[in-house]
């Protein structure tokens, strides 16, 4: 038996276009699964970055306005069928002193990583539960979710509480079947952290010493805990964070 065989499950991922986004939709489809892709950028672009495939559909919405998330259900339903496994991802970084973080860009690294995965996993549980289908709801956090990072406290502070959505969601939804776990990768080598790790020897210096496996993350590694929490070998988890961060969090070294 293939126990990574997702060929019986519908996903959907928020941005799912995005670095670490694009190698987990790869990796999930690799598996079997049928993938409906949310993020906000354009049908272009992100035609540019997914696969070609009939098992992946591109759906555009802001996961944080609760119509729009209800309309890409909708039209996901309909595509696909009622996804079984929703993965909130979508989120951002912004690296600044915390006595001089702009606070329009708190308010919305907030809205992108909170208020948005509280509202696509609300509507996914309002919809297994009419439907009575035994979903799985799958939050990324981060490793600083409980180890401080210089400079990214309100990160820190979002991935803090998308853990603990993750608990309560767990908690409250059991009784109907409804699993709620996280993924909580370390320093990935893509995006922000790699440009900095190519571009700012301080940061490649404390990012270096903070990694104890010594090197930085590939997504590889990321989108594989995916494919594993999506899949029939995880189907007694729930409330429970996977720790996928090459040591970081074993000790804070900054």
């Not at 060929?7 to 987990?24: D, E, M, P, R």
């Not at 109907?176 to 909580?184: E, T, V, W």
Request: glycine residues 8%; hydrophobic residues 50%.
């Amino acid at each position: 038996m293939n126990t990574l065989d997702l060929s019986n499950k519908i996903i959907l991922i928020t941005g799912g276009a995005g670095a670490i986004g694009q190698v987990v939709v790869r990796t999930l489809l690799a598996h079997g699964a049928t993938i409906a892709v949310n993020d906000v950028v354009s049908a272009e672009d992100a035609k540019a970055v997914l696969p070609n495939a009939d098992r992946v559909r591109y759906f555009r919405a802001d996961a944080a306005r609760a119509e729009e998330v209800a309309a890409m259900f909708d039209a996901v339903e309909s595509a696909l069928g009622m996804p079984n496994v929703v993965c909130c991802h979508a989120g951002m970084v912004g690296a600044h002193p915390v006595t001089d973080y702009p606070l329009a860009e708190y308010d919305k690294l907030m809205e992108v990583n909170v208020r948005a995965a509280f509202v696509v996993a609300q509507e996914a549980a309002r919809r297994w539960i009419a439907q009575r289908i035994a979903g799985h709801l799958i939050f990324t956090t981060s490793w600083v979710q409980d180890v401080p990072w210089p400079e990214i406290t309100p990160y820190t502070m979002s991935k803090s509480a998308m853990k603990a959505m993750m608990r309560g969601f767990a908690r409250e939804l059991a009784g109907k079947g409804i699993r709620a776990n996280a993924i909580a990768p370390g320093i990935v080598g893509v995006g922000m952290a790699k440009r900095q790790w190519d571009t700012d020897p301080s940061y490649r210096a404390r990012a270096s010493k903070a990694i104890p496996l010594g090197y930085m993350q590939p997504p590889e590694s990321v989108a594989d805990a995916f494919a594993f929490l999506c899949s029939d070998m995880a189907s007694y988890m729930t409330g429970a964070t996977l720790l996928v961060d090459g040591g970081c969090s074993l000790y804070p070294m900054d």
